[in-house]
C-alpha cells in the first residue's frame, strides 16, 4: 500500500491483491470483469509511468462503493432480466 500527500488530500493506492482483499473480490475478478468495466482508468486506476503495473485508488473506488446514487461497481453485477416469449 502506498499513500500519497499533498495539501489537500490524501490517495493510498494499492495493488490489484490489496483491492481484492478489501472488496472481498478475486484479483482474477479485479481484472477481468471490473477493470474498464467499471473501474475506470484514471479515476479509479492509475498506470504508473505508463507500465504495465496497475495501482488502484482506493478513497475513489469506495467513495463509489458507497455512493447509492452512483453504484458502479455493483451495476456489472446486476442480474439481467428474464424475459419470457409466450408466442
Not at 8 to 19: H, R
Not at 43 to 62: A, D, N, S
Amino acid at each position: 500500500m502506498v499513500v500519497h500527500m499533498n495539501s489537500k488530500n490524501y490517495s493510498t493506492y494499492l495493488t490489484t491483491d490489496q483491492l481484492a482483499e478489501r472488496i472481498h473480490y478475486t484479483a482474477r475478478t479485479i481484472r477481468n470483469e471490473l477493470l474498464d468495466a467499471c473501474l475506470i482508468e484514471g479515476k479509479h486506476y492509475i498506470r504508473p509511468f505508463g507500465r504495465r503495473k496497475i495501482l488502484f485508488i482506493w478513497e475513489t473506488i469506495e467513495s463509489d462503493m458507497l455512493n447509492v446514487a452512483h453504484d458502479s461497481l455493483a451495476l456489472a453485477y446486476q442480474q439481467p432480466t428474464e424475459v419470457v416469449n409466450h408466442g
